[in-house]
């Protein structure tokens, strides 16, 4: 099973940007589905965005579309999350997962997760 750590949380100005970072151990991760997941305090854990094994296909929250861009890196073994004119509500923790199901946004789907990153997004 594919192991997940998350980096580049940090606080931002509304309107600023920041890129997430999941690094994946093991030799399998080119064939995983990748998502994209925020919690923010006293919410549930909601879907922020997906992405197929190639790359091509990507998927995304209506709150985020135009806003953040999920891309990955299979010979690096990292997905990202790039987050433009970021707003308060965006503030939460962030994790990425990973799936062998097609295009879910159910949380439950995903079975292996990273410890999370925080995103402050300040106004």
């Known amino acids: 099973q594919v192991q997940l750590v998350e980096s580049g949380g940090g606080l931002v100005q509304a309107g600023g940007s920041l890129r997430l970072s999941c690094a994946a151990s093991g030799r399998t991760f080119s064939r995983y589905h990748m998502g994209w997941f925020r919690q923010a305090p006293g919410k549930e854990r909601e879907f922020v965005g997906g992405?197929?094994?190639?790359?091509?296909?990507?998927y995304y929250t209506d709150s985020v579309k135009g806003r953040f861009t999920i891309s990955r890196d299979n010979a690096k073994n990292t997905v990202y999350l790039q987050m433009n004119s970021l707003k308060p509500e965006d503030t939460a923790v962030y994790y990425c997962?990973?799936?062998?199901?097609?295009?879910?946004?159910?949380?439950?789907?995903?079975?292996?997760w990273g410890q999370g990153t925080q995103v402050t997004v300040s106004s």
């Open positions: 997962a990973a799936t062998m199901t097609m295009r879910t946004y159910s949380a439950r789907d995903y079975n292996a």
């Open positions: 992405i197929s094994p190639s790359g091509i296909s990507t």
